[in-house]
């Protein structure tokens, strides 16, 4: 290997930061504790050499520092030099001074060139891998863009910009997601692990906040601070309610969330696979925000419990079913909307209230389990469950025919009884 390899060294790791985007002064430190650590393998110390790297020349010297002995008493050739050699490089010098000279990197053989390279590789490969854990730690909750490299059974590789990878888990993607190698994803930074000094970034396409920022991106005025997101709420590429607020009275922050005729809501259901998203004016009055989260279902009344985050909401017979939304989806949502246990009640008129029975009442002989396998489709009073066939009972709850038979039978018999 010629010394103008050995020196080219330098230049090759110039280039590296400035790909990698390592601080150069980081990187001539890196450098200079390199050629110590071969020294020091070398020699046993690196406490009598002065390293100095040029970063702009793209080169470096190698200076070593030696006491002068007498001749009979040199111990140490690489701390000491005798007199005699001194005076070889000036007649002045006597003993006990310190004679400089410079060290020329390739006469410490192949192997200490090769540790170097090894060495140097490694320190920086650490440095990259700090680097890339820094980066992506402050932008935990961001939205970044990436391209597909690998798709595996569960999870898929991205790679940004700079050469980074990034893990899109299959847990974290919306159901409906399909992608090809090299297409475009964007997903939020959900966190970054690191596990050894291996930095592994994790995204998602499902968690609340990529919502959040997609419609931060959207609509200008969130993005300026005029109007808050406040809550949101997410079945991944099913539905989702988001709660905004504005801080201008002039403002209506859900015409301004939706855009003229959807325009700016589109982009963001088209980015989440088709995702129906509500979204509502929030408010601190908890009975009219979950009023507003059962949109479009029209409320009765309500009946909170706020210890323990309760409320029983009681609706006219034919608003229970918008309420409650295709498999429950919509009381769910308003449920993780506004943090509070939603419980759907048919509101009895006053001809059948004598007549109908909540199915609250035979819990001493119905599995509370079951009743509320009923409850959760729309069927809380005992007329509601008999007024349904048999079959679409099973259908939609899903329970054995055994038990619905058993069900059926028994609120039969209370109105037999009571006939």
């Given at each position: 290997?010629?010394?103008?390899?050995?020196?080219?060294?330098?230049?090759?790791?110039?280039?590296?930061?400035?790909?990698?985007?390592?601080?150069?002064?980081?990187?001539?430190?890196?450098?200079?504790?390199?050629?110590?650590?071969?020294?020091?393998?070398?020699?046993?110390?690196?406490?009598?050499?002065?390293?100095?790297?040029?970063?702009?020349?793209?080169?470096?010297?190698?200076?070593?520092?030696?006491?002068?002995?007498?001749d009979n008493e040199l111990?140490?050739?690489?701390?000491?030099?005798?007199?005699?050699?001194?005076?070889?490089?000036?007649?002045?010098?006597?003993?006990?001074?310190?004679?400089?000279?410079?060290?020329?990197?390739?006469?410490?053989?192949?192997?200490?060139?090769?540790?170097?390279?090894?060495?140097?590789?490694?320190?920086?490969?650490?440095?990259?891998?700090?680097?890339?854990?820094?980066?992506?730690?402050?932008?935990?909750?961001?939205?970044?863009?990436?391209?597909?490299?690998?798709?595996?059974?569960?999870?898929?590789?991205?790679?940004?910009?700079?050469?980074?990878?990034?893990?899109?888990?299959?847990?974290e993607q919306i159901p409906?997601?399909?992608?090809?190698?090299?297409?475009?994803?964007?997903?939020?930074?959900?966190?970054?692990?690191?596990?050894?000094?291996?930095?592994?970034?994790?995204?998602?396409?499902?968690?609340?906040?990529?919502?959040?920022?997609?419609?931060?991106?959207?609509?200008?005025?969130?993005?300026?601070?005029?109007?808050?997101?406040?809550?949101?709420?997410?079945?991944?590429?099913?539905?989702?309610?988001?709660?905004?607020?504005?801080?201008?009275?002039?403002?209506?922050?859900?015409?301004?969330?939706?855009?003229?005729?959807?325009?700016?809501?589109?982009?963001?259901?088209?980015?989440?696979?088709?995702?129906?998203?509500?979204?509502?004016?929030?408010?601190?009055?908890?009975?009219?925000?979950?009023?507003?989260a059962l949109s479009p279902?029209?409320?009765?009344?309500?009946?909170?419990?706020?210890?323990?985050?309760?409320?029983?909401?009681?609706?006219?017979?034919?608003?229970?079913?918008?309420?409650?939304?295709?498999?429950?989806?919509?009381?769910?949502?308003?449920?993780?909307?506004?943090?509070?246990?939603?419980?759907?009640?048919?509101?009895?008129?006053?001809?059948?209230?004598?007549?109908?029975?909540?199915?609250?009442?035979?819990?001493?002989?119905?599995?509370?389990?079951?009743?509320?396998?009923?409850?959760?489709?729309?069927?809380?009073?005992?007329?509601?469950?008999?007024?349904?066939?048999?079959?679409?009972?099973?259908?939609?709850?899903?329970?054995?025919?055994?038990?619905?038979?058993?069900?059926?039978?028994?609120?039969?018999?209370?109105?037999?009884?009571?006939?």
């Amino acid at each position: 290997m010629s010394k103008k390899e050995t020196i080219s060294l330098i230049g090759t790791f110039s280039e590296f930061k400035e790909i990698k985007n390592i601080d150069r002064s980081t990187l001539i430190s890196v450098m200079e504790e390199s050629f110590r650590n071969v020294i020091s393998k070398l020699f046993g110390t690196d406490e009598n050499y002065d390293v100095i790297i040029n970063p702009d020349k793209g080169d470096f010297e190698i200076y070593r520092n030696r006491t002068i002995v007498a001749d009979n008493e040199l111990e140490d050739s690489n701390l000491q030099i005798t007199l005699s050699e001194a005076k070889k490089i000036d007649e002045d010098y006597e003993l006990g001074e310190e004679v400089t000279d410079t060290v020329d990197f390739l006469g410490f053989g192949r192997r200490a060139i090769l540790t170097l390279r090894q060495t140097l590789s490694s320190k920086i490969l650490e440095l990259q891998k700090d680097s890339v854990f820094s980066k992506y730690s402050e932008m935990v909750g961001q939205i970044v863009s990436a391209e597909l490299y690998q798709i595996w059974k569960k999870e898929m590789l991205l790679i940004d910009e700079e050469g980074n990878e990034l893990y899109l888990p299959k847990s974290e993607q919306i159901p409906t997601d399909f992608y090809r190698k090299g297409d475009t994803v964007r997903a939020v930074v959900a966190m970054v692990e690191n596990r050894n000094n291996n930095p592994k970034i994790i995204l998602s396409r499902i968690s609340p906040l990529f919502l959040e920022r997609l419609f931060e991106l959207e609509v200008p005025e969130i993005h300026e601070g005029l109007i808050t997101i406040k809550k949101t709420a997410r079945m991944p590429g099913e539905r989702a309610k988001v709660a905004v607020e504005s801080y201008d009275d002039r403002i209506d922050p859900v015409g301004a969330c939706v855009g003229v005729k959807g325009s700016r809501i589109h982009g963001i259901v088209r980015e989440l696979r088709n995702e129906n998203i509500d979204v509502i004016n929030y408010t601190s009055n908890i009975n009219l925000f979950i009023s507003r989260a059962l949109s479009p279902a029209k409320i009765s009344s309500i009946r909170l419990n706020e210890v323990e985050k309760k409320a029983e909401i009681y609706l006219k017979p034919e608003e229970v079913s918008q309420a409650i939304g295709k498999g429950g989806m919509n009381i769910k949502l308003a449920g993780m909307l506004t943090g509070y246990t939603l419980d759907v009640f048919r509101e009895l008129d006053e001809e059948n209230d004598i007549e109908d029975i909540y199915l609250d009442e035979f819990s001493d002989e119905i599995d509370q389990w079951i009743i509320d396998a009923l409850k959760s489709i729309g069927y809380d009073t005992a007329k509601s469950v008999l007024n349904v066939s048999r079959e679409d009972l099973v259908r939609r709850t899903d329970l054995e025919e055994e038990t619905i038979d058993e069900v059926l039978g028994i609120l039969k018999a209370e109105f037999e009884e009571e006939a």
